[in-house]
C-alpha cells in the first residue's frame, strides 16, 4: 500500500511553483534553523541521556517540557530524511547520523527508548498514559526510523524501534497481565502501520488494531474505563486534572469517551482526533486494498465518513482550520467558529490542519471524492502554509482569523512546545506523495490527480515506466498542462480533480465528449490518453468571490477567496486600521479589482484584491445611561468609507505592521 512517506520520492517538482517555493525554503533554510534551535534548547542531546537542568523544573503539570522532546527530535530527523532524498546537505546528514546512533545508545535493555522516562523518573513508566506522551513519542520514533530506512538503506533506526514495539506489545495488550491501554495523544496507530506495511511486522499491526479498537471501552480494565483505572492506580483524586479536561472523567479530551464506533461528533483535542482517525483509515486501507483483512472495515469506514462531515460541516474555518477552543486546544460544540480570542476562542493548530491533511489522503484511498482533496488543498494552502514564514524561519502555533491587542497577527522561532515546527517541514518534504496516487495491474494503469502545481510523477509498470508531468501557475491560474509518457502496450486511466469552488466549470483541450465527472475528478479513460499524450485542462473559479461562514455561527460576515486561497486584510495595506478591523464591513455586491504584487524582500509574487469598504461606528452611552439594561439600542452609522487591500491568508504576519488582520468583516 502506497503511503505518501515513501512514495514522494517518485514525483520532482522541476519547474518553479508555489509549492516548490516553499520547500526550497525549507530545505535552504528551516531544516537547519529548526537544527539549531534543537541544540540551543537542549533538545538535541536528549537522547544521549545526559541529565540537563531543565529537568528539575516540573513547573508544568502534567507534562514537562522535556517529556515530549522524543518526538521534536523524531519529526526532525523524519522531515530531514525527505529533503536528503531531494537534496543533500552535508550538515544536515551529519546531525541525521549522530542522532541516530544516541537514539540507539538511548535504548534500555528491555527495549524501553523514552529519554524522560529513563532520565528524570525511571520508576514511572507506563504510569500515565493518558498525559505523558510515551506513546505519541514512540510513534514519531517509529515515522522516523522509517524515513532513516528508506534513505540510508540501512537499519540503524529500525532495528531498535521494532525492539520497542516488541516490548510494548508485553506491557499493553488483551492478556490478563497486561495494560489494557490505548494512548492518550494518539499517533502511533499510523506509524505502527507505516511499519507493517514497509515490514510486514504482525506485532505493530496488532498493537495498532488493539489501540483503535480498545479506545472507549468503558469496562476494559477491571470494569473501568483505562483511564480512570490507571488514576486510581496512582492515587490521584478524580478532581486532581490539567486544564485541559473540562470536567473530571472528561475523555472526550482524548476522544476516550465512546468507542469509535459509536462517536457521532469529532471532539476533544483536535491533532489527536486527526491522527487518530488517519490510523483509523489506515486499516481500513489495508484491507480494502487486500492486504490485511479487518472485520469490521465497513463500520469504522461509516465513522470515518460521520465523523469528517461533522467536522468539515460544522466544526471547520473558512481557512481549514479546526478547533475553536483555546483551553484544550481542539473542537467546540457545532457552529462555534469565533474569529479571535476576543470573541470566545479559535485556536487553529497548525499541527492541526496538518492531521486533516494526512486523513483526507488516507480516505481518497477509501473513497475518491473531490470533497477529501479539496479540504486537502484548502488545508494545504491556506491553515498550513500560514505556519510558516517566507524566509522559513518564523512560524505559528495558533492560526486566528482575527487578531486583538491580547493575541496580534505574529509569528516565533520557536515554542517550548515545538510540534509544529518539524511538521510543517516533514510535510513539505514528502508533498509529492500527496499530488497524486497511482497504481497499476497488468498493463492498465492509472493516476489520480489531487493537487495541480509543476511536476512529475514516474513510477515502473513491469520493466517499462509512466511518467506523468504537469505545468501550471496553480494557484494563481487555472490553466494546467499535462504530457503522458506511457509504453504503447499500457492502458492509462486519468483522473482529474475539479475543486468545488469550480462550480462545474473548465475547458479540456482536445476536448473529449465522452468525458464524465465521477465524485468531482474528471475520468480520462486509455481512449483518450492513448491519443492524447498531451493535453490541457482550464479550470474556472479563480476569479474573487465572496465566502460566509454557516449562518448557526451566527457571524454576519464576509470573507473574500480567489482559487484554493482565502484572503485576510492586514494593517500593513491598509494603515488607517486602528482596532483589529473589528468595525470594517464590505457588501457581496461591491466590484473587485485584482493587482500582481511582490514582497519586496523575498521577491514573492501574489495576487492582491481591492474593493471598497465602510466603517461603522457605534455610539456608546452617555455615562447617565450606563447600567440601566442590557438590551437598549446602540445607534450604527457609517463612519468613513475606505479603499480596502486584500492579501492571502497565507502571507500574513510576513511584513510587519502592527499585527492588525481579520478574515471575515461585517456584511453589509
Same mark, same amino acid.
Given at each position: ?8 520520492a ?10 516548490q ?18 541544540k ?22 502534567p ?66 498514559i493518558? %498525559? &505523558?506522551?510515551?506513546? $505519541?513519542?514512540?510513534?514519531?520514533? /517509529? =515515522?522516523? !526510523? *522509517? ?29 490478563? %497481565? &497486561?495494560?489494557?491501554? $490505548?494512548?492518550?495523544?494518539?499517533? /502511533? =496507530?499510523? !506509524? *505502527?502501520?507505516r ?53 473530571h ?10 468507542p ?26 489495508l ?17 470515518l465518513?460521520?465523523l469528517w ?130 497504481g ?29 508531468e ?36 473548465f ?72 482596532d ?51 438590551g ?7 463612519a ?29
Open positions: 500500500m502506497s503511503h505518501p512517506q515513501t512514495l514522494f517518485q514525483t520532482e517538482f522541476h519547474g518553479p511553483s508555489l509549492l517555493s516553499r520547500r526550497s525554503t525549507i530545505a535552504s533554510a528551516t531544516a537547519k534553523a529548526q537544527l539549531q534551535k534543537l540551543d534548547t537542549g533538545r538535541y542531546r536528549c537522547f544521549s541521556l545526559e541529565r540537563q537542568p531543565i529537568y528539575e523544573d516540573r513547573s508544568r503539570w507534562c514537562p517540557a522535556p517529556m515530549y522532546w522524543d518526538s521534536d527530535v523524531a519529526k526532525w530527523i523524519e522531515g530531514a530524511c525527505y529533503l536528503l532524498s531531494d537534496a543533500y546537505d552535508a550538515e544536515v546528514d551529519a546531525a541525521v547520523r549522530e542522532l541516530a546512533d544516541m537514539i540507539r545508545g538511548a535504548q534500555q535493555e528491555d527495549g524501553y527508548l523514552n529519554t524522560w522516562f529513563t532520565i528524570a523518573e525511571p520508576g514511572r513508566r507506563w504510569t500515565n493518558r %498525559d &505523558q506522551h510515551e506513546l $505519541y513519542n514512540a510513534g514519531h520514533l /517509529i =515515522e522516523a !526510523a *522509517l524515513a532513516h530506512s528508506n534513505y540510508y538503506k540501512n537499519n540503524i533506526m529500525l532495528e531498535p524501534i521494532e525492539k520497542y514495539v516488541k516490548y510494548i506489545s508485553t506491557v499493553i495488550g488483551p492478556g490478563p %497481565d &497486561q495494560k489494557h491501554a $490505548y494512548p492518550g495523544h494518539p499517533e /502511533i =496507530e499510523l !506509524a *505502527l502501520l511499519l507493517y506495511t514497509a515490514t510486514g511486522n504482525k506485532e505493530a499491526y496488532e498493537l495498532a488494531r488493539y489501540f483503535v479498537e480498545e479506545r472507549g471501552n468503558q469496562t476494559g480494565q477491571d470494569g473501568l474505563p483505562y483511564y480512570d483505572w490507571e488514576r486510581r492506580q496512582r492515587g490521584d483524586s478524580p478532581w486532581t486534572r490539567s486544564d485541559s479536561y473540562q470536567m472523567d472528561s475523555n472526550w479530551y482524548t476522544q476516550a469517551h465512546a469509535i464506533l459509536e462517536q457521532k461528533s469529532v471532539e476533544g483535542h483536535a491533532v489527536r482526533a486527526m491522527y487518530l482517525l488517519t490510523g483509523v483509515a489506515d486499516l481500513v486501507c484491507d480494502e486494498l487486500g492486504i490485511k483483512s479487518f472485520a469490521c472495515k465497513g463500520d469504522y469506514h461509516q465513522a465518513t460521520r462531515n461533522n467536522m468539515v460541516d460544522k466544526k471547520m474555518y473558512l481557512t481549514g482550520g479546526i478547533g475553536s477552543m483555546w483551553q484544550w486546544e481542539g473542537f467546540g460544540i457545532d457552529y462555534f467558529l469565533p474569529q479571535g480570542s476576543d470573541e470566545g476562542g479559535c485556536y487553529n493548530e497548525t499541527c492541526a490542519s496538518i492531521g486533516v491533511i494526512m486523513l483526507a489522503e488516507r480516505l481518497l484511498h477509501l473513497d475518491l471524492n473531490s470533497k477529501y482533496a479539496d479540504i486537502m488543498e484548502l488545508c494545504l494552502y491556506n491553515a498550513v502554509m500560514t505556519g510558516l514564514s517566507l524566509e522559513g524561519t518564523e512560524f505559528t502555533y495558533v492560526n486566528q482569523l482575527a487578531s486583538s491587542d491580547a493575541d496580534r497577527n505574529r509569528r516565533e522561532d520557536w515554542f517550548d512546545t515545538s510540534c509544529c515546527p518539524p511538521n510543517v517541514m516533514r510535510l513539505f518534504g514528502s508533498l509529492g506523495g500527496y499530488l497524486w496516487d497511482h497499476c495491474k497488468g498493463m492498465d494503469a492509472y493516476i489520480n490527480i489531487h493537487l495541480y502545481t509543476t511536476a512529475k510523477v514516474t513510477f515502473p509498470v513491469g520493466d517499462k515506466q509512466i511518467v506523468l504537469q505545468k501550471s501557475n496553480w494557484p494563481w491560474e487555472g490553466n494546467v498542462l499535462f504530457l503522458l509518457q506511457a509504453p504503447t502496450s499500457t492502458n492509462v486511466t486519468l483522473r482529474l480533480r475539479i475543486p468545488s469552488w469550480a462550480r462545474g466549470k475547458t479540456l483541450t482536445p476536448s473529449y465528449k465522452s468525458a464524465k465527472l465521477e465524485k468531482g475528478y474528471l475520468m480520462l479513460p486509455p481512449a483518450y490518453t492513448t491519443s492524447n499524450k498531451a493535453f490541457s485542462i482550464q479550470i474556472d473559479g479563480f476569479q474573487p468571490r465572496f465566502i460566509s461562514p454557516h449562518p448557526y455561527t451566527n457571524q454576519n460576515t464576509l470573507a473574500l477567496a480567489r482559487g484554493p486561497l482565502i484572503y485576510c486584510v492586514e494593517d500593513v495595506d491598509n494603515p488607517w486600521e486602528q483589529h478591523f473589528r468595525n470594517v464591513g464590505i457588501g457581496s455586491d461591491s466590484e473587485v479589482a485584482e493587482s500582481d504584487e511582490v514582497v519586496d524582500q523575498i521577491g514573492e509574487r501574489y495576487i492582491a484584491l481591492r474593493t471598497a469598504c465602510w466603517i461603522r461606528k457605534i455610539d456608546d452611552r452617555a455615562e447617565s445611561e450606563s447600567g440601566v439594561e442590557p437598549l439600542l446602540h445607534p450604527e452609522t457609517v468613513a468609507q475606505e479603499d480596502l487591500t486584500f492579501i492571502p491568508y497565507y502571507l500574513r504576519a510576513n511584513r510587519g505592521g502592527k499585527g492588525h488582520m481579520r478574515v471575515g468583516l461585517l456584511k453589509r
